[in-house]
């Protein structure tokens, strides 16, 4: 696995198959199935998810290049854990980011 963030909530980590040049999976710590599962309890999850993202977006240099967040439901979501895909088609040049999850 190559681990790219770890918060106390979540694991960043690239894509084993990826579909995307730039395919990051971001996996919250706590078991929950589906989007749906996740309620207020989970707002420490979902902080991290957000400054997690913005952290890779800026170091992966993916703002000008185009990225999506994905999270997939229902038939769609192979895997019986929610989690979300950050993909882009391209990377931009690397940028340091001192402190950054």
């Known amino acids: 696995m190559d681990k790219l963030a770890e918060t106390g909530t979540l694991l960043a980590f690239r894509h084993p198959q990826p579909a995307y040049p ?9 078991t929950r199935a589906t989007l749906a599962d996740l309620s207020a309890d ?20 993916l703002a000008r290049q185009g990225y999506r967040l994905i999270v997939n439901g229902g038939p769609f979501q192979e895997v019986a854990q929610v989690h979300f895909h950050l993909v882009s088609e391209s990377q931009g040049p690397p940028v340091e980011v001192s402190g950054s999850p």
């Open 22 to 30: 730039v395919h990051i999976l971001l996996v919250p710590k706590r």
């Open 42 to 61: 989970d707002a420490d999850f979902l902080v991290d998810l957000l400054e997690t993202t913005q952290a890779l977006v800026t170091r992966f240099g």
